[in-house]
């Protein structure tokens, strides 16, 4: 197969389709490899921002780079999917698959529109990649689709190439990956990605060559062991509580094992944010469909674990408030489901603020860059426009998202501010002599 016009008579063009955190990156980067891309985005408003150099999210450092190649030409978006059918060589899709609303398995709609957008539109050979996380299976299905839609036919051919981006560090992962796996079925597909990805490879990433079926178990299986990395530690958080021992100290010992490894073993409220539980969710429901009990059962555990904790947060709160809620005011220090993003979907911390004000507390929040998302998911709760506004009258601090900004704050200082001194370090990164030391009564689940 020849997948679309040779690199000898002009350079290789590349389409992204979804912009969202995901395909923002995936632009800005092919653009800084040298290729012209052209992004599509259906938004009106976040089309706008992105043909003017912004990234529609928080993502340190992807301003700049969308900056410097929409202004050099390279990159531009578009809503229309004429303009890039048979202009592209290679088509990568982005877009979004949350769970699916009253179950666990992935929503592939927007997988769906985009091979009902696209398809009618190739009319010569090309490659189509996928880097959506989808269920193993997906990507036959997709070819599938395109080889019967699309005129070009059997010229069409689909990839399935994961990606492993953290966020707040999503440019950094996509122009210098830790590896890159390439799901083919043929060697005219492996040589188009690797003319793609010349420039990580040439640095040095390591490139695993699979099935389709395999890169798409890659990226859930990923998720999959990450979430029970956390969970565990949780796990033993509360053995740390029963027994007075310090889990951060015994994260730090486990860590030393090269077969464990210290990464993802830090104790606090539990993992979220827009991949990690949905991907579990949707691995374990696809686990279901293949008859494979035994994963659902170890995965249901570490999902319920991580559900477990946010409520344990809770009940130190209550621990140290008291019985009679009514009347006391809490604040949060932090809405993001970690540092280094706006991103709030099923933010820990969110979650968290959410349950104690059911409780009747007067519930404030202050985040460095997610307060606008948080208004939107949480708007019955206060909002501070500084992590010292936030704290004024407070009967409680609560830490709950990991920003610097709030371990450089000053004790000494909000020591004035707060109705009673009582902070609760659910992210164990505060220094607690600092915090002791200006009179504050400090607790941390996991440490004694």
């Not at 999959?224 to 021992?245: P, V």
Request: charged share 25%; glycine share 10%.
């Amino acid at each position: 197969m020849t997948q679309g016009t040779p690199t000898s008579e002009r350079p290789l063009r590349i389409s992204v389709i979804g912009t969202n955190y995901l395909g923002a990156n995936t632009a800005a980067g092919m653009a800084e490899f040298g290729f012209d891309v052209i992004g599509v985005e259906i938004d009106e408003h976040r089309l706008k921002l992105l043909n003017d150099g912004k990234a529609p999210l928080y993502e340190p450092g992807l301003d700049p780079l969308l900056k410097k190649h929409v202004d050099s030409g390279r990159l531009r978006f578009t809503k229309d999917y004429t303009e890039i059918a048979d202009w592209a060589d290679v088509h990568f899709i982005c877009v979004g698959t949350p769970q699916t609303e009253g179950s666990d398995a992935a929503d592939l709609s927007q997988v769906n529109s985009v091979v009902d957008m696209l398809a009618p539109g190739l009319t010569r050979p090309c490659l189509v990649v996928g880097r959506s996380t989808v269920p193993v299976g997906t990507a036959k299905l997709v070819e599938q689709r395109f080889q019967t839609e699309a005129p070009a036919g059997e010229g069409i051919e689909l990839a399935w190439q994961p990606e492993f981006l953290r966020e707040a560090h999503g440019v950094e992962d996509t122009l210098h990956p830790d590896r890159l796996v390439f799901g083919v079925e043929t060697e005219a597909a492996e040589t188009r990605l690797r003319q793609v990805f010349a420039q990580p490879i040439a640095e040095g990433t390591p490139v695993v060559v699979c099935n389709r079926p395999t890169a798409e178990l890659v990226k859930g299986g990923a998720n999959a062991f990450l979430a029970t990395k956390i969970s565990f530690i949780n796990a033993l958080a509360e053995m740390a509580d029963a027994a007075g021992a310090d889990v951060t100290q015994l994260a730090d010992a486990l860590g030393h094992d090269k077969r464990i490894g210290r990464g993802m073993l830090n104790a606090g409220p539990g993992y979220g944010g827009g991949c990690l539980p949905k991907d579990l969710r949707s691995f374990m429901a696809r686990a279901g469909e293949l008859g494979v009990e035994e994963v659902i059962t170890l995965l249901r555990e570490v999902d319920d674990i991580n559900q477990r904790r946010r409520g344990r947060i809770v009940d130190v709160v209550h621990e140290l408030l008291g019985a009679e809620w009514v009347g006391k005011k809490v604040t949060v220090l932090g809405a993001a489901f970690k540092a280094g993003t706006d991103d709030v979907r099923d933010s820990p911390a969110l979650d968290v603020a959410g349950r104690i004000q059911l409780h009747g507390a007067t519930v404030t929040v202050y985040d460095p860059e997610a307060m606008e998302n948080a208004r939107q998911v949480r708007p019955t709760l206060r909002y501070a426009a500084s992590a010292a506004e936030a704290c004024e009258g407070a009967h409680l601090v609560l830490h709950l998202t990991e920003w610097p900004e709030f371990r450089e704050l000053d004790p000494a200082a909000l020591r004035g501010a707060v109705e009673n001194p009582v902070v609760v370090d659910a992210r164990l990164s505060l220094d607690s002599k600092k915090w002791r030391d200006a009179g504050w009564t400090y607790k941390a689940p996991g440490k004694p």
